[in-house]
């Protein structure tokens, strides 16, 4: 029972892992909690869900309940999550930004943002559940006792690969390696001349399209609703604070952490407290270790 | 001469020149009133003067980070005025803040790679330069910035602001926190910076110190210009003895 619940968390925090990525990059860079974040999750889940409605899910393959069209239909719903995260800032952030709006301020606007964005997806696709594929899909079990979905190990596989390219950016990319710097210091960055604009206009692009492949994977276990994203913030939340803002392996540590936590609660609690456990281990990390597990104080 | 340069830009020695600034945070509220200073092409100018007058205030004036309210300041280029700092830094102004002056989180490396940020091509061989320059940093490239001693951290940041080749250098306080072995290292690099073609101009409370390596100096009080001249003259009169340099000692070892 309990390895079956630390291996579920760990695919249910590689989705959060996702989300927390983007989180923790704008939290540090734009130096306020973006509480539209996760609304990116779920309009990247229904992009994908158009595009899956043009093309079909695909055949099952590799013992996968979809094809390569899903795939395809995820990587451009995030691409345009991408483009609409910083349209978003454009929009919204940016105004607010140059009139020297207090942080408090931006946090409020994104509150606002987030309930228009998921009412949008109201408008569009209603109150119902969605399924991108109505395949079934069987548990395989790998070791006496845990059973698997092999969409679950795709998701997996993907997520590693996704934050291991995004670590590359990070550390050799010329705009990746100022990101960095701008989540440091923002006053030296403009002084070594770094394009603020620019550095912005990749974090919100990187964050979107980080999110949204979130949101299309958790759409796929099992369905979609206008609620996936929002259901899911506060552990998105946790995860970045948790393995320390700003930090990449941090978010990626937070993720699963906050994932294994929550279904090791689901053996010893009612479901109905499930949304609690994110609230416990926020405080908790928040008392102990306020930087984060791998959070690094700037000096 | 004055008159030409009021016009467009600072002409033949001059590399900066400040006139009658008044800058500070917030509007209606100047900490540097009317200061006016010069740096000429090869030249190391120190600002002293007491604490709170203006002399930090002054030089992010220069560097685009706080508002100036009126006067003017030149660069070969032009008038700074109405720029963003990205744009006077390319303009060829190189800047030291006092704290924060490294990416603690960054390596080596990669303070230097955002030091040469707006670079192209040029930027592995200056890389190349800086290791060359600073040998110390060259076996450390790898390793996070925060790693370093207040000495190397000082040189990385003189690294960082020399990576686009600056025709004037500022710092703020170079010296601040580093055992006096190193403030002489850190003076004499500077010094050797000058006979390279930089401009130095520097902000220092060990002005004794700072005075011996500086070839002109200006005294800042209360956001305005008290007095100025070669350096060697100032560390010689026995009112500025008295008034500046005594009290910076004491500011230095409480």
């Given at each position: 029972m309990i390895v079956q619940a630390i291996v579920d968390g760990i695919f249910t925090g590689a989705i959060v892992s996702l989300g927390a990525i983007g989180l923790s990059l704008t939290l540090q860079i734009m130096r306020f909690a973006n509480f539209a974040h996760a609304e990116f999750m779920t309009i990247g889940a229904y992009l994908a869900l158009a595009a899956v409605g043009l093309m079909g899910p695909g055949a099952p393959s590799l013992g996968l309940s979809f094809g390569w069209q899903l795939l395809v239909a995820a990587c451009l719903a995030a691409a345009l999550a991408g483009v609409l995260s910083w349209g978003l800032d454009l929009v919204v952030f940016r105004p607010l930004r140059r009139s020297g709006a207090a942080p408090l301020v931006l946090v409020f606007a994104a509150f606002g943002a987030a309930l228009i964005l998921r009412h949008v997806l109201v408008l569009i696709w209603g109150h119902d559940s969605y399924f991108y594929t109505r395949e079934l899909q069987l548990g395989v079990m790998i070791v006496p006792g845990v059973r698997v979905l092999p969409d679950q190990v795709f998701i997996l596989a993907l997520a590693i690969f996704l934050v291991t390219l995004l670590h590359l950016y990070l550390t050799h990319h010329r705009t990746g390696i100022a990101m960095r710097a701008m989540a440091e210091s923002p006053s030296l960055s403009q002084v070594c001349g770094i394009e603020v604009d620019r550095v912005m206009r990749t974090t919100w692009i990187i964050s979107g399209f980080m999110a949204a492949m979130a949101g299309v994977f958790s759409g796929l276990t099992p369905q979609l609703h206008p609620e996936l994203g929002s259901n899911i913030l506060l552990s998105i939340f946790t995860a970045a604070i948790f393995g320390g803002v700003g930090s990449l392996p941090g978010a990626v540590l937070g993720g699963l952490l906050v994932g294994i936590a929550e279904n090791l609660f689901l053996l010893v609690a009612d479901p109905g407290y499930k949304p609690a456990m994110p609230f416990l281990l926020l405080l908790g990390v928040l008392w102990l270790r306020p930087q984060g597990l791998l959070g690094e104080k700037a000096s | 001469m004055s008159e030409l340069c009021a016009q467009r830009s600072c002409g033949g020695q001059q590399v900066l020149e400040v006139q009658e600034l008044?800058?500070?945070?917030?509007?209606?509220?100047?900490?540097?009133?009317?200061?006016?200073?010069?740096?000429?092409?090869?030249?190391?100018?120190?600002?002293?003067?007491?604490?709170?007058?203006?002399?930090?205030?002054?030089?992010?004036?220069?560097?685009?980070?706080?508002?100036?309210?009126?006067?003017?300041?030149?660069?070969?280029?032009?008038?700074?005025?109405?720029?963003?700092?990205?744009?006077?830094?390319?303009?060829?102004?190189?800047?030291?803040?006092?704290?924060?002056?490294?990416?603690?989180?960054?390596?080596?490396?990669?303070?230097?790679?955002?030091?040469?940020?707006?670079?192209?091509?040029?930027?592995?061989?200056?890389?190349?330069?800086?290791?060359?320059?600073?040998?110390?940093?060259?076996?450390?490239?790898?390793?996070?910035?925060?790693?370093?001693?207040?000495?190397?951290?000082?040189?990385?940041?003189?690294?960082?602001?020399?990576?686009?080749?600056?025709?004037?250098?500022?710092?703020?306080?170079?010296?601040?926190?580093?055992?006096?072995?190193?403030?002489?290292?850190?003076?004499?690099?500077?010094?050797?910076?000058?006979?390279?073609?930089?401009?130095?101009?520097?902000?220092?409370?060990?002005?004794?110190?700072?005075?011996?390596?500086?070839?002109?100096?200006?005294?800042?009080?209360?956001?305005?210009?008290?007095?100025?001249?070669?350096?060697?003259?100032?560390?010689?009169?026995?009112?500025?003895?008295?008034?500046?340099?005594?009290?910076?000692?004491?500011?230095?070892?409480?």
């Open positions: - | 008044v800058a500070g945070y917030v509007r209606g509220l100047p900490i540097v009133q009317g200061a006016k200073l010069r740096v000429d092409a090869g030249e190391l100018v120190t600002i002293i003067g007491p604490n709170g007058a203006g002399k930090s205030t002054l030089m992010k004036a220069i560097a685009g980070l706080v508002l100036i309210e009126s006067g003017q300041v030149l660069l070969r280029s032009g008038s700074v005025l109405g720029r963003t700092p990205d744009q006077i830094m390319q303009a060829g102004v190189g800047y030291v803040p006092q704290t924060g002056n490294v990416f603690a989180t960054l390596t080596i490396h990669e303070n230097l790679r955002i030091g040469g940020y707006c670079l192209g091509a040029e930027l592995a061989q200056r890389l190349e330069q800086a290791y060359a320059m600073f040998p110390a940093l060259a076996s450390k490239r790898r390793e996070k910035a925060r790693t370093l001693s207040g000495g190397q951290r000082q040189m990385l940041a003189i690294a960082r602001a020399l990576m686009t080749q600056p025709s004037v250098l500022m710092l703020d306080e170079p010296s601040a926190g580093l055992a006096p072995m190193m403030v002489q290292e850190v003076f004499e690099r500077l010094r050797r910076l000058t006979r390279e073609g930089v401009s130095v101009l520097m902000v220092e409370q060990n002005a004794k110190g700072a005075l011996q390596y500086s070839d002109r100096a200006y005294i800042l009080v209360e956001g305005r210009n008290r007095l100025d001249g070669p350096a060697r003259g100032l560390l010689d009169d026995p009112a500025v003895a008295a008034a500046f340099l005594g009290a910076s000692r004491r500011q230095v070892h409480p």
